[in-house]
Nanobody, 120 residues
Framework: QVQLVESGGGLVQAGGSLRLSCAAS????????MNWYRQPPGKQRELVAS???????NYADSVKGRFTISRDNAKNTEFLQMNSLKPEDTAVYYC??????????????WGQGTQVTVSS
């Protein structure tokens, strides 16, 4: 079994910062790309940032220059540092990773989601 567990969400004022973490655990052979998605109220889930196993990153235009994705491969963990937060960043944030399990199957796994609320 493979699990992704997120932490670090909460309520913050506009202009503030939060750091999200996502730890993968279980029968993991390797982890390829790791991602952060978010789903604002009443809207579809959208990709926020991604990072390959080699550290190549990509960001949605709406968060470039404010958010930083990183990962610790030794701990199977990814992070999302969010600075200069805006009310429009309010959403449930989900971590996602392409993981090869020890039994050989590779597929997407999702965390349970963590709420980020930015007040104006």
């Amino acid at each position: 079994q493979v699990q992704l567990v997120e932490s670090g969400g909460g309520l913050v004022q506009a202009g503030g910062s939060l750091r999200l973490s996502c730890a993968a655990s279980g029968s993991i052979s390797s982890i390829n790309t790791m991602n952060w998605y978010r789903q604002p109220p009443g809207k579809q889930r959208e990709l926020v940032a991604s990072i390959t196993s080699g550290g190549i990153t990509n960001y949605a235009d709406s968060v470039k220059g404010r958010f930083t994705i990183s990962r610790d491969n030794a701990k199977n963990t990814e992070f999302l540092q969010m600075n200069s937060l805006k009310p429009e960043d309010t959403a449930v944030y989900y971590c996602n990773a392409l993981i090869k399990a020890t039994w050989g199957l590779t597929r997407d796994y999702w965390g349970q989601g963590t709420q980020v609320t930015v007040s104006s």
